[in-house]
């Protein structure tokens, strides 16, 4: 559904509105915080560079088959109801792609896919040295921002992460690895959970750049997690932490024991010092929520919380505030717990018919080809986040909205094919504000058509305020394939433009795991460069030939007219 646009004036006012009547609702719920479990690091240690350890021989390789847990699925809608923000491609085409190459999978010199899915991700940094790291379900590999490998082979996440032996050498890696750049303190994190055999007990492995060159030594971390099988985490970085978030499945691997939330001390595992983690676990009625990761330049104004964003239902996200405390812990606490702080959005049908979570995405025939599953019982990583208002601007000069997250999922479209839903929060204080103080801006459904199925994006904006978000499509005539959309503040409310190609794929997936569902992958990443504010950089998976264990990855970045050159830097 095509909406008017809005002046500076009139999404002000609309904002404000949707403030007041779409607000936090304080349900009848235990809002209590959890006792925190505070822990330090069981062991901690210096790695080898990474360009080193790059030319030492890998271990064998394991065929890792990460996501075979259970699935939580959340309360199911009572039936199909009427998306009022769907809406197809509006508007011009203000982006472009800029460089646009292939990754870490098959392929790729000096590498072997060791999953049956790749969960790729990645990181960007600055312009000191300017560098882009890639992190798959068993290695990483670190590229320039014109693609070329900044390391002489690919380098395993048990190499890095196992060099002070621990857990984190002997124990099992769960895939979901994660890579992200903090440039608060223009630092570099790897992380990946493992466990030890049933019944399980999980372990956070960390590593933490002792530069911004993410090719040299990192500071490396065991943090125990306790009983149980830590999930499915997601990572995002604050100047208050690095903040985890993980599904515990218990020590049996199966009973689903409610989310773990955790804060570790950024500032002390940066410097290389004695570190600690804050830890929450949530009820059995909340389910993987994912931590607001900072974007922007400027950080949140200082003393602000940490805010956290799950999929509650077909028309409620949960959200959660995380306040931490490394200097006395007893202060920290979190906030949201058992649902008790629901945000009211657009009513949606959940994806693949209405069930959150299915195959139901088609491929090319012939060879009989599965459909693939689709997670939309969940939110998308990451959630990104912005603050457009550096402290020194005078209050006259503020523009009406000041603090932005972006969210995302996978929902089914009217024409029964599944789509994209994003959400854009905000907040217009300059002061630090509790949960209370989020609105939502604009929000919409990408589903320009009803033939091609759209699912597993991730989303994220440049200074201007151009949104970029990158998925997979796939469809009975189309290999999946990886596209983006955008928008800037001029277009429609809620509307994005026309989608863009990235690489088409000319396979399928032919794999049944994970208690036949046919998993494509738990998240792709969308990035944006810290180097000019405007490039904005996206991985995503694809097949060149159809089978299983052979996927390749592609990087490309993308840029639009009105903040400048893709790539370029200022």
Known sequence: MTRRAEGAFGLFAVGITVLLLCGLTLVAQDNSSPKVTVRHASSSGLSAPLRELAKVPPPPLYRLQP????????????????????????????????????????????????????????????????????????????FDKSLNPQLPAPVTIAALLGEIGGACASGTPIGHPIAQYDRNGGRWLIAENVVT????VGTACIGVSQTSDATGNYNAYIFPLGNGYPDLPKWGTMT???????????????????????????????????????????????FALLPADMD??????????????????????????????????????????????????????????????????????????????????????RVAYMNDVPPTVPTTALPPHFQHWLVMHDVTASGGN?????????????????????????????????????????????????????????????????????????????????????????????????????????YTSMRLDPADNCTLWYTNEYYTRSGIFNWSTQINSACFAGCGKCGSEK
């Open 67 to 142: 996501g075979r847990i259970q699935l939580q699925s959340q309360r199911r809608p009572s039936g199909v109801v009427m998306d009022a923000v769907e809406q197809g491609a509006a508007g011009g085409s203000n982006f472009s792609i800029g460089v646009n190459g292939s990754a870490l999978g098959s392929g790729f010199t000096g590498f072997t896919p060791g999953a049956n899915y790749p969960d790729d991700n990645i990181a960007v940094g600055g312009s000191s040295p300017a560098q882009i790291v890639q992190v798959v379900n068993n290695s990483l590999m670190v």
């Open 197 to 200: 055999a049933q019944p399980y």
């Open 240 to 286: 208050t932490g690095f903040f985890q978030s993980n599904d515990n499945f218990g020590a049996d691997g199966e009973t689903f024991q409610g989310p773990y939330e955790c804060a570790y001390d950024r500032v002390a595992m940066e410097s290389g010092l004695a570190a600690t983690q804050e830890c929450f676990p949530l009820s059995t009625n909340d």
């Open 296 to 381: 922007s330049a400027q950080p949140p104004p200082s003393g602000q919380d940490e805010f956290l964003f799950s999929l509650w239902d077909s028309s409620d996200l949960a959200l959660y505030s995380f306040h931490t405390d490394f200097i006395n812990p007893a202060n920290a606490f979190i906030t949201g717990n058992n649902g008790s702080q629901l945000f009211p959005v657009p009513a949606f049908t959940p994806a693949c018919n209405g069930q959150y979570l299915g195959s139901c995405v088609p491929q090319p025939s012939p060879p009989p080809t599965p459909l693939l599953d689709v997670l939309g019982d969940r939110l998308l990583y």
């Open 418 to 522: 599944t789509a994209e839903r994003w959400y854009e929060f905000f907040a217009s204080f300059r002061k630090p504000i509790q949960v209370t103080s989020i609105g939502l801006l604009q929000s919409g459904t990408f589903a320009p058509d009803s033939n091609n199925y759209r699912w597993s994006g991730s989303i994220a904006r440049d200074k201007n305020g151009d949104i970029l978000m990158g998925y997979s499509e796939s469809s009975t005539t189309a290999f999946p394939s990886i596209y983006i959309t955008g928008r800037t503040p001029a277009d429609p409310s809620g509307t994005m433009e026309p989608e863009l190609q990235v690489v088409a794929g000319t396979g399928a997936y032919l794999g049944v795991f994970d208690r036949n569902a046919n998993r494509w992958g738990d």
